[in-house]
């Protein structure tokens, strides 16, 4: 077994997701398939290799800093618009403290 | 002019010739997508305010002399994953089943800028994570050439929507191969540009490494002329590039005569369901075009599908951690505290496979799991990428199948996570190693279905992709 019950509760509570026991179940059984399949990686010696963060190419710039200018931002009541429950002009969501 | 068989040139020459006008294109685009849709489930939504709108630009400033654009009155039809203002963007998810996006995409603002009518939102896999479509919460898209089976995805709604006669293009979004595969399913052509060649400001984030717009069009030649429309660096997204864009159009000479074309022999192997044919033929034409044509290898071919999936899954998992019940749209209701709020919101809000991707993803960046899973896999990313540079070395561009098998049914792959990853084999490697491919296609099965031939070439090396791909096509490659 490459991964269990207890450990997709532990990765599930660090994902914020929440699961259901049969999805427990489903989960752990798929987990365990695809990271028995993942360890393939092992195979390989990769002792001396840079890891690949990102696509770079040979000669390419990287001039991507601009000049810090103020400009118009999104409006709040756009940004806004979506929230499933705004007010104040602030997102909100459930009391975190207790009065 | 049929607007369902139209391409950009005929639909130019037809304006141009006052045939019709842009207004009366988008009108009869609009009333084939609502005529067509049912049969496939291709599109989420449809554009028609902003359709008219953007046509009424082209009529005007046709009457006013002024050039509409190189894209004028072209319908085109855009993934649902790619932010539209004012128009709602789904992703496929139920989360943002009513999210309405403040802004739009920078592909989106510069296909408008050229002319074109968005006239539909097209389906997808959620967050556009599936080969299928079928995992989209509004319900899978069926292939327009076999209803019985997938168009493939996660691009989906965007490939059947231009094989269909909905859209003469679209725009789509490859991370693994989600342009090029359903491209292939459905008989049209799909190009996963460079990495970087189109801003992806405003594209939802699925895995920022891999994450790539790109077109799906009834030719290779207006693939070309959609991408040449939306390509170039653009400040909002700082990992787009700065390569000025080519003239790709003048790139298409339909002489291929001399070019040395690498079949790497990893890809010609467990090939199904008449793919193997298909390529045989597709190979004997070029060579009768004059292509040198030779066998390369890509060693590390077979280590592709964990090296991806551990890699995308661990973006992922960071990307859509945003989707949290705060700001975007649907929070579940039956939550006391934040953290519960949090759960609910994600745990009912995102599909199994979504779910099965945050899960991999956290793990594989989980304390103690992320030097044996995330970091080796970056290394192995490395490994394959080299072995393309060193192919390069050799022939100017690679020939490969896009997929091993042809569109499987509806449901076939669905309940085994593990074989549809699989199916991703061919085209991972080029998008792990931020590589242009194109998908061109390469006749039918006996069975009918469709075959795409898959040309990689170094970065930035799209104007040989198309140069090659219109040179296949016009002698007959589409119909081998």
């Known amino acids: 077994m490459k991964i269990t019950e207890q450990e997709v509760r532990y990765v599930a509570a660090l994902a914020h997701l929440e699961l259901g026991p049969d999805e427990i179940r489903r989960m752990t059984h798929e987990l365990d398939q695809i990271l028995a399949y993942m360890d393939r990686l092992r195979e390989l010696d990769t002792e001396n290799v840079e890891p690949m963060a990102q696509v770079l190419f040979p000669g390419s710039e990287n001039a991507t800093l601009r000049e810090d200018e103020p400009r118009a931002p999104l409006p709040h009541e756009e940004a806004l618009a979506n929230a499933p429950a705004a007010g104040a002009g602030q997102f909100k969501v459930p009391r975190v403290i207790e009065r | ?480």
């Open chain 2, 1 to 480: 002019m049929d607007l369902r068989t139209a391409t950009i040139g005929s639909i130019r020459s037809a304006l141009a010739r006052r045939e019709a006008s842009a207004r009366e294109i988008a009108q009869e685009a609009l009333r084939i997508a609502r005529e067509e849709n049912p049969k496939t489930n291709a599109c989420l939504t449809l554009a028609e305010e902003r359709a008219l709108a953007a046509a009424a630009r082209v009529d005007e400033a046709l009457a006013r002399g002024e050039d509409p654009g190189p894209l004028a009155g072209v319908p085109v039809a855009v993934k649902d994953i790619i932010v539209t203002r004012g128009l709602r963007t789904t992703c496929g998810s139920r989360l943002l089943a009513e999210f309405v996006p403040p802004y739009d995409a920078t592909a989106v603002e510069r296909l408008e800028a050229a002319g074109a009518l968005v006239i539909a939102k097209t389906n997808l896999d959620e967050f556009a994570m599936g080969s299928s479509n079928e995992n989209s919460a509004f319900g899978p898209v069926r292939n327009p050439v076999a209803p019985d089976r997938v168009p493939g995805g996660s691009s989906g709604g965007s490939a059947a929507a231009v094989a269909q006669g909905i859209a003469v293009a679209a725009l789509g979004s490859d991370t693994g191969g989600s342009i090029r595969q359903p491209a292939s399913f459905c008989g049209v052509a799909g190009l996963s540009p460079t990495y970087g060649r189109v801003s992806r400001y405003g594209l939802v984030a699925f895995a920022s490494s891999l994450d790539r717009i790109g077109p799906l069009a009834r030719t290779v030649r207006d693939a070309a002329q959609l991408l040449e429309a939306i390509a170039g660096r653009d400040e909002r997204d700082s990992t787009s590039a700065f390569a000025p864009v080519p003239d790709y159009e003048a790139a298409m000479s339909g002489d291929v005569r001399g070019l040395r074309l690498g079949l790497p022999r990893e890809y010609f192997e467990g090939l199904a369901g008449g793919t193997a044919a298909q390529m045989e033929k597709a190979r004997a034409l070029l060579a009768s075009l004059g292509c040198e044509l030779r066998e390369i290898s890509l060693p590390h071919t077979p280590w592709a599908v964990p090296c991806y999936y551990i890699i995308a899954t661990a973006e992922a998992s960071s990307n859509l951690a945003r989707y949290d019940g705060v700001r975007y749209t649907w929070r579940a209701p039956d939550a006391g505290t934040l953290a519960e709020m949090y759960a609910k919101t994600r745990g009912q809000g995102f599909g199994a496979e979504c779910k099965r991707r945050i899960m991999l993803g956290t793990y594989v960046l989980s304390a103690g799991y992320y030097d044996a899973y995330y970091l080796k896999a970056q290394k192995v990313r490395t490994l394959i990428t080299r072995d393309f540079l060193a192919a390069f070395e050799q022939v100017d561009a690679i020939l490969a199948p896009v997929s091993p098998f042809p569109a499987f049914r509806l449901g076939e792959k669905l309940d085994d996570p593990l074989q549809m990853y699989l199916s991703d084999i061919f085209t991972i490697t080029a998008s792990l190693a931020g590589l242009p491919a194109i998908s061109v296609p390469c006749g039918r099965t006996p069975e009918g279905l469709p075959v795409g031939l898959q040309l990689i070439a170094p970065h930035f090396g799209e104007p040989l992709l198309f140069r090659i791909g219109d040179a296949f096509e016009r002698a007959g490659g589409g119909s081998l």
